[in-house]
């Protein structure tokens, strides 16, 4: 004979199910909206560190509208770019290949065609397709305009975040009627130079004198070597927070006029940067690296009428593309086979090993460590947990760790290191100069 269970305890066991039931779906990503004709617009922010931003718990008020922002969306804590440079970078988010490893960049360290972008995607289930940008290294000349209808590149040394949020603001008026669109934003702010207008400049420059030992040292600036006082390096520090704050007051009226528009109802909004900038760390200021301070960058999803919330699992800019695929419904579309990212909505991403790449040095992340080997063939192990600006090498210390992530991280390279270096797409002088003035050396 049955037992009966009685009701009380029936009434525990249903109410624990449905929570389990709950939580479990959330975890696999059940927020993902059943709307699927959402615009999209995806910024990206150029040499933007994530621990430059207040949401991501730097204390100085370089990114108060961001924070804003922020409050109801996705905030990835633990985001890798898979490049310290522009073009490969960027070259992996509209791709989600790598490219060295994978050839997303050609053997001039242009764009390559083996593989279809997101505009390409995007145009071909109805978009239409727009960019507005603003850095020289992002100009139809390296590829990345492959399937937008409209690529705004006509500068000459870079648009400021004002002028681009200007023009976005332009463009959405004029193309209100267009039922989906995909929007990239490509901001120059933060990166070098550092010159945002004298407001805040005043905003963020130390007044108060200057109480740290004033010895100098040799640091390496876009490829430059410089001697730098201390004083001279807090300064720089100063001026690119405050062109954080530039750009970020830029954002905020693109955020307005959508917002008072009525878009926002039904536009998915993406923040983040192609990689970060180091401030000084292993003496150089700069990017073009990977170091820690480079790689980790900031990565915001704002959906329409879906609260967010911080997640700490582990995700890749590699990753942005998968993602925009699966909040349009296309989660299972054959293409994604061969993505090397997967959703940040994922329930596979509570773990991953991030893999990052530049011009013969390479990065990987496992767990709390990262692997990196130079160009000359040197590997350093670094807990960047306990040890973010990577003073502390543990490969004598780590044996075991770095023996299983050197053999992980070989996986990749064999590919990588085949490939030629062969520079850049050949560049008028014009474009040269232009480039120079953004602290390249041609």
Known sequence: MKRKIPMLCRKKVIIFLSF????????LG???????????????????????????????????????????????????????????SLATVFTSMYAYADCALNERDALGKSYTTIAEFLKKIGYKTYAIVGHGYV????????????????????RNADEMTTLAIKFLKEGKS?????????????????DPPLKYREMFYQKKPFNGENQSDVYTIFGKKMTLSKKVISELGDLYDAN???????????????????????????????????????????????????LRVPLIIRIPEIKGRVVENPVALIDIFPTICELLGYKNAPMLKRFRGKSVFSETKLQQDLYSEYNNRFSLI????????DANNSYVLYNIADDPYEVDNLVSKESQRFDIMKQRMNSLLEHAKSRSYTGKPSLDERTKQNLKSLGYVQ
């Open 244 to 294: 954080i704050r530039f750009a970020d007051d830029a954002l905020r009226g693109l955020f307005e006029y959508s917002r008072e528009s009525g878009l926002l109802k039904n536009t998915i909004i993406i923040i983040t940067a192609d990689h970060g900038e180091s401030l000084g760390e292993h003496n150089i200021f700069d990017h073009n690296e990977l170091y820690y301070g480079i």
């Open 178 to 194: 267009h039922k989906k669109f995909f929007l990239w934003l490509h901001y120059r702010q933060p990166h070098w130079p550092y």
């Open 366 to 373: 496992v767990d709390n460590f990262r692997l990196f080997q």
């Open 20 to 27: 389990f039931i709950l939580i479990f779906s959330y975890r």
């Open 139 to 158: 100009k139809k000349i390296f590829g990345l305009a492959r399937g937008f209808d409209y690529y705004d590149d006509n500068f000459d040394k870079w």
């Open 30 to 88: 059940s927020c993902i909206p059943k709307h699927k004709n959402y615009n999209i617009i995806l910024i990206t922010l150029d040499a933007l560190r994530a621990d430059h931003l207040n949401c991501y718990g730097y204390k100085r008020g370089t990114s108060p509208f961001i924070s804003e922002f922020a409050k109801d969306a996705f905030i990835y804590q633990r985001v890798i770019a898979q490049s310290g440079s522009t073009m490969p």
